[in-house]
């Protein structure tokens, strides 16, 4: 047993949860681990392991939590916690990812999405809670690993900040609400017994910052993992507008900025997954990722932008993408 197991054990000694089946359901782009934890008579409940030694906090899970709870969205009840070791016993939400639902059935995307864009405007109206700024620097900051991992160039990176600079000030001047960052269809689960914005089940909000309200917009409509066909990005985003009553061209410019920041961000990740952590299936996902790049680039606002990154960064072609898979590691970062 390593030492990561036997602190879980002990975790878990303490919980009335000992003897419950485990069985992993998450744990792959993160740090974090999630397992199921199933006694004879059916209950259950997620065993988070956030290992401290790898970089993890589960105090932010914890006091995220406890606010999207308390203004009435479905984030999931803390039940134990070892906050010094990286473990919680939380509430188990199911399995009805919304990414699931719609694969096996298309005609759901728009009433989950519309959903989805619910809580969101039930989040954006709530008082919000003090997190860090999605500022202009770290905006242009998460972008520009592009240039280190995607296709590395200092110069090239230096540059971007001085173009992107400007957009990214533009975008962190609005007012700013509570922004989950990895709101997507993986990370949300349909609640049918529960009512109103409460159906949509929450996960993995711990990096949350304040920022503008179109970025986890941008985030559950522009899905790395997932095509989102762009008929159905045009009805939410108006869906979203016509709810919470923003500015249609502010808000559509703004989406197009963070689009092409968070994608540019992707791209990089994705790379680093790859190059450095021994993950090549993500690389996989990084022509989607360049698609979402280019609508972005298309308004007709971004032209500066866009050639720039026409300039500096090369398409994913089978060739490009042969490239960065050769210099994946063969096994996983430890």
Avoid at 108 to 130: F, S
Avoid at 177 to 199: C, K, M, S, T, Y
Avoid at 232 to 256: H, K, N
């Amino acid at each position: 047993m390593t030492d990561r197991a036997a602190l879980a054990q002990a975790f878990l000694a303490t919980t009335g949860w000992i003897d419950a089946q485990r069985t992993v359901i998450a744990g792959d782009a993160s740090n974090r681990r999630y397992d199921r934890l199933t006694r004879p008579d059916g209950s259950t409940v997620i065993l988070m392991d956030a290992p401290p030694e790898k970089g993890e906090d589960v105090r932010p899970f914890v006091r995220i939590a406890e606010y999207l709870v308390a203004i009435g969205l479905s984030a999931p009840r803390l039940f134990e916690m070892d906050v010094e070791n990286g473990f919680l016993l939380i509430e188990d939400l199911g399995d009805a990812l919304f990414a699931r639902l719609m694969a096996q059935a298309s005609d759901q995307q728009m009433p989950l999405y519309c959903a989805a864009t619910d809580a969101l405007v039930h989040l954006h109206r709530a008082d919000p809670i003090a997190l860090p700024a999605c500022d202009a620097t770290w905006l242009t900051e998460m972008s520009g690993i592009a240039f280190d991992w995607y296709a590395p160039s200092p110069e090239a990176a230096e540059q971007f900040g001085e173009v992107f600079a400007p957009l990214a000030a533009e975008v962190a001047a609005a007012p700013a609400v509570p922004i989950l960052r990895d709101f997507h269809a993986e990370n949300l689960l349909w609640l049918p017994q529960r009512h109103g914005v409460a159906q949509v089940g929450l996960l993995d909000f711990q990096d949350a910052l304040l920022g503008h309200p179109a970025y986890d917009l941008v985030s559950i409509l522009q899905d790395a993992r997932r095509d989102v066909p762009a008929d159905i990005q045009t009805a939410v985003v108006s869906y979203y507008l016509a709810q919470s009553g923003a500015d249609p061209a502010a808000f559509t410019r703004a989406y197009a900025i963070l689009g092409a920041q968070r994608n540019l961000r992707i791209l990089g990740i994705f790379a680093r997954l790859g190059i450095r952590d021994g993950k090549p299936h993500y690389i996989d996902m990084i022509p989607r990722v360049w698609g979402y790049v280019l609508q972005n680039l298309n308004h007709p606002d971004l032209g500066g932008l866009a050639a720039f990154i026409h300039t500096h960064l090369p398409p994913p072609t089978p060739e490009n993408l042969e490239h960065l898979r050769r210099q994946c590691i063969t096994t996983p970062a430890p």
